[in-house]
């Protein structure tokens, strides 16, 4: 779509290009500052080279944008100036008001007898702000482009505007080499308000049907993959296996490593030095890759604001070199609220396992008051302990789901009650604990906080049971049911004698995939955040071996789960500030704060004692909540540890597009989803893949479920740590003051450089083409 070089500089301003110099180059590039406080300021001759130098150095990325750099949003009132984007856009009722007052101040200097004609005409252009495309019609959308004073006009409404109303040039920006040089000449002026993807300038952009048709919706490829973005929130942790908050409304995160160490990560992203819990001297783990034993389950009280108490799952070696799993109630220190008290521990369960793998491992609390807990079959392969396995027999406490009451005591002397309504209770040949069965390993659960508006599906406990060999499954946990374990697997019989013989009424999976999707299921959660409206309801899980992420969405029509994959990465949805293109391989957990935002942890080596594992936020690209209404203030907390300030090390796609092009674009994957995905840009860099050979590294014991890695690898080297300029922009404003840029220096170099390559090569052209 973009015009050859040398045709495009003939088309800007013909008449001044004779002797074509750049004499001065005042460029504010936008990293790490606002919009309003940028600008460029060109005398009339130069703006035509310099904007045709710019197009080499970037290009537009098609998504919707504002000038804060941020996805645009629904209003939540009534606009009453730039009505046009009352339904979705960059501006709340504050902006709009801003905007109408600034619209009547000048209204002020224009002739009376032209109030109807240019008052048109100065509305659109100011409503431009408002637009969900405002970053492409200012340039504002990649940081390599100074953003413009005025939006981009497509050249007939420009002409236009010019002929009818040139004198209101003067009141829309305070530039005067535009003032000066432009506002008698169409052509230059118009060429300088020129786009060269036509499809968003003004007022195009409105009639654009493929821009407009999802606008606001999520993005998806042609595949139907859901397009979404993320954020490295933490990085350098020993398989991160959980993270939970402590609903005490100080947003703090509690991020415990596989190795039996939980560290406390602050709402600054700061995490303090000293851990909140450690207990590794304690916890059963290994450095076998894929080793299921290890620190596996947290879950804070729901009153622990008030009692401090908080729950631990682990593995653990008792005297006689016997290994099992113990549930524990701990308290948190009372002089230091991000200390755990290790003495304060009080076992409430232990469990023999007869083998190592297929250990569970989720605890959770319920809209009730009870915990849950998830215990795996015992491990080996096909659940091969008595006549019909760990998992169907009621009487054992493995492969099942538990529920007890932590704040009461059984008459036989159990340091817990039993919820008078467990489905077993009056069973003699059931344990009274059991509230579900018939499962194989359920790795990590999750409780459904329900719409943020009508609570439709609050309490629902959402599972990833890990398969044998074939399937894959997400399970609804009811009271009373049998998931069916080991008579089946998924929906089809594994067990065929025992599966023929089994009852009728198995709870069956809401989704269940094969092989040919994934290996490991890592359960997810529903999104009932606040930040991405649209993907409220949607289930967002993982699979741990590919690294693949799904979601599954709900018909209330029929009650069944369409499943979607989603795909991370686009450099054309995620060009955003903090945005990253990459991900580690080994999905390993997923987890939701406390204002419900969803987050997943992954490793690019899967020990319990390798520091490559990271967590990452999700962040829908296409819409976002309202200015404020998302923001909350947490309770203060008083530290008295050092904080460790977070230094990202993955880099963001800026940063990608920002690097100068060394390799060839890597190919683009046949498959919707890839393990790790890499930005799709040109001037992108190939992110390092990280492999793993098995050969090199002692195997865990046979039999392991989830440590069936086929591919081969070399341990991963840690990138070095890089610091991020983070880049935030407001909505820009004439007059816009010039002010000092630490990268000002670099930017003119590199501006001046290219520039004189371009001004050689266009030369060249000429001489050529003469």
Not at 187 to 213: G, I, M, Q, W
Not at 299 to 317: D, E, Q, R, T
Not at 523 to 550: A, H, K, Q, T, W
Not at 688 to 693: A, L, Q, V
Request: glycine share 6%; charged share 25%.
């Amino acid at each position: 779509m973009n015009e050859p070089y040398d045709e495009v500089v003939q088309d800007f301003c013909t008449s001044d290009l004779k002797n074509p110099t750049l004499k001065e180059v005042n460029v504010w590039l936008h990293t790490g500052r606002s919009s309003s406080s940028s600008g460029v300021s060109f005398s009339c001759p130069h703006v035509c080279l310099c904007l045709s130098l710019l197009c080499l150095i970037g290009s537009l990325l098609g998504h919707p944008q504002c000038l804060d750099y941020r996805p645009p949003f629904q209003p939540p009132f009534h606009l009453e100036f730039c009505s046009a984007y009352e339904n979705f856009g960059c501006c709340d009722q504050e902006r709009d008001n801003s905007i109408a007052a600034k619209y009547w101040d000048m209204m002020d200097y224009v002739d009376p007898r032209e109030h109807q004609l240019c008052g048109t005409y100065i509305k659109d252009i100011l409503c431009q702000e408002c637009s969900p495309y405002a970053a492409h019609l200012y340039d504002a959308e990649n940081p390599q482009t100074p953003v413009r004073n005025l939006p981009g006009l497509c050249f007939d409404y420009c002409s236009e505007f010019h002929f009818n109303c040139r004198s209101a040039i003067s009141l829309l920006t305070s530039d005067k080499h535009t003032q000066e040089c432009c506002e008698t000449n169409k052509t230059c002026f118009c060429s300088l308000l020129h786009l060269h993807d036509e499809d968003y300038c003004f007022p195009n952009v409105l009639k654009n049907t493929a821009l407009n048709r999802n606008l606001g919706s999520v993005v998806q490829d042609r595949k139907g993959c859901l397009q979404l973005c993320l954020t490295e929130v933490a990085n350098g942790l020993r398989n991160p296996v959980l993270m939970v908050h402590a609903n005490d409304h100080t947003h703090r995160m509690f991020i415990a490593e596989q190795v039996g160490v939980i560290w406390v990560y602050l709402p600054d992203g700061s995490r303090l030095e000293e851990p909140f819990l450690d207990i590794k001297s304690m916890v059963l783990a290994t450095p076998w890759i894929g080793d299921e034993r290890g620190f596996l389950g947290m879950a804070f009280h729901p009153k622990y604001k008030c009692n401090g108490k908080f729950y631990i799952y682990y593995s653990y070696m008792d005297k006689n070199r016997v290994e099992k799993i113990r549930i524990s109630e701990l308290r948190v220190l009372a002089s230091d609220v991000n200390k755990a008290d290790p003495r304060s521990e009080r076992n409430l369960l232990e469990l023999e396992e007869p083998a190592a793998n297929h250990n569970g491992g989720q605890l959770l609390f319920g809209v009730d008051g009870y915990m849950y807990i998830f215990t795996g079959d015992g491990g080996k392969a096909g659940d091969p302990f008595g006549k019909f396995g760990n998992a169907q027999n009621k009487s054992a406490l493995l492969g099942k789901v538990l529920r007890i009451d932590v704040d009461g005591k059984s008459p036989d002397g159990k340091p817990y009650r039993i919820p008078p309504d467990n489905p077993f209770v009056s069973d003699p040949k059931a344990r009274p604990e059991v509230y579900a069965y018939g499962v194989r390993n359920m790795w990590r659960c999750a409780v459904d906080r329900g719409d943020p508006v009508t609570k439709k599906g609050r309490g629902r406990i959402f599972c990833g049971d890990v398969g044998q060999n074939r399937f894959e499954e997400i399970d609804v946990i009811v009271k009373g049911g049998n998931y069916g374990w080991r008579a089946k697997e998924g929906f089809e019989c594994y067990d065929t004698k025992l599966c023929h013989n089994s009852s009728l009424d198995d709870i069956l999976p809401i989704f269940a995939y094969g092989r040919h999707v994934g290996k490991s299921v890592t359960g997810g959660y529903v999104y009932r955040g606040c930040e991405s409206p649209n993907l409220n309801g949607l289930y967002i899980f993982g699979d741990f071996m590919n690294g693949r992420l799904m979601a599954l969405l709900e018909d209330e029509k029929t009650n069944k789960w369409k499943k979607q994959d989603i795909c991370i990465g686009s450099t054309k949805a995620c060009a955003f500030p903090g945005m990253i293109s990459s991900y580690s391989k080994f999905v390993i957990s997923f987890a939701e704060d406390e204002a419900g935002e969803l987050y997943f942890m992954s490793t690019s080596y899967p020990s319990a004692y390798a520091p490559h594992g990271s967590l990452y936020k999700f962040i829908d690209p296409a819409r976002r909540a309202p200015p404020g209404k998302c923001k909350y203030k947490p309770v203060p907390v008083k530290t008295k540890s050092k904080r460790i300030p977070f230094v990202p090390r993955t880099k963001t796609v800026l940063e990608l597009l920002n690097e100068p092009s060394t390799t060839k674009p890597p190919k683009r994957s046949s498959t919707p989803t890839a393990a790790i995905p890499t930005a799709s840009s040109k001037k992108a860099k190939k992110t390092p893949s990280t492999k793993i050979k098995a050969s090199t590294v002692k195997p865990a014991p046979s039999g392991r479920k989830r440590q069936k890695i086929k591919a081969k690898a070399t341990p991963h080297k840690p990138k070095q740590e890089e610091k991020v300029a983070h880049v935030s922009r407001t909505t820009t404003a004439p007059p816009l003051p010039k002010r000092k840029n630490s990268h000002l220096s670099r930017t003119k170099k590199l501006l001046l450089k290219k520039a004189a390559l371009a001004k050689e090569k266009v030369e060249k052209m000429r001489k050529e083409s003469r």
